[in-house]
């Protein structure tokens, strides 16, 4: 299994505060995912990276904003939070592009906006 | 702009009984790669299979089996005999060279396996 780390595990956070979620990969994987998790919608592509510095808009991207500076990180900030961004956060990576090897996922970060 | 439907939401067996959970997807790319994901209780997201849209062939694992027909672009996933650890949400993905890296998720289907 790819070395995924995401933290926090868990926040419980105010409206309108900002929020930054870490993954931390060990594997030396070139592409990065930040995926959201909400019953009835599966997992939905918020922001991802090709490379250092190098990111890219997912389908869920308004209110989040993401940071790559090193390879083995890859940053989700909450600019504001908002009720309807509680949600489980899953990282994920991958070697190789698209489709020619698995995604491999964090264990996921449960944010919980009062 | 791609699409992954399960239509089953939740599926309850009782063990030992065989269950196969749907998966039909869009996409109009020729170049593409199907996946199924296993999310346990635990929370984690556990890689099962992955596939691309030019082998066809049907795969077999222990008690796990996969049906992939383009010609009804379904990806159907088959557990046989089914244990009390298999109950989990799976989720069926979709991404293709065209799609930008994206894994476009089903809905996930939720299955309960009762003793």
């Known amino acids: 299994d790819a070395g995924i780390t995401q933290s926090p595990r868990h926040k419980v956070t105010e409206t309108g505060t900002p929020v930054t979620l870490r993954c931390h990969q060990t594997e030396n994987h070139r592409y990065m995912y930040w995926y959201r998790q909400d019953p009835g919608h599966g997992l939905r592509l918020i922001h991802y990276?090709?490379?250092?510095?190098?990111?890219d808009k997912g389908e869920v991207s308004d209110g989040y904003s993401v940071s790559r500076s090193k390879t083995e990180d890859f940053l989700l900030t909450l600019e504001s939070a908002t009720s309807s961004q509680t949600s489980v956060y899953f990282c994920a990576t991958q070697g190789r592009k698209g489709g020619d090897t698995e995604a491999f996922f964090g264990q996921g970060t449960r944010l919980t906006v009062v | 702009a791609q699409k992954v439907t399960q239509a089953q939401t939740e599926i309850s067996v009782v063990e030992k009984e065989d269950v196969t959970l749907d998966c039909v997807y869009e996409t109009r790319d020729t170049t593409y790669y199907l996946f199924w994901y296993k999310q346990p209780p635990s929370g984690e997201l556990v890689f099962l299979i992955r596939r691309n849209s030019f082998d066809e062939q049907n795969e077999i694992s222990g008690r796990y089996s996969w049906n992939f027909q383009k010609s009804t672009s379904s990806f159907n996933f088959t557990i046989t005999a089914s244990q009390v650890v298999d109950s989990a949400v799976y989720f069926c993905?979709?991404?293709?060279?065209?799609?930008?890296?994206?894994?476009?998720f089903g809905g996930g289907t939720r299955l309960m396996v009762k003793p």
């Open positions: 990276s090709y490379g250092v510095k190098d990111t």
């Open positions: 993905a979709l991404t293709s060279n065209n799609a930008g890296n994206m894994l476009t």
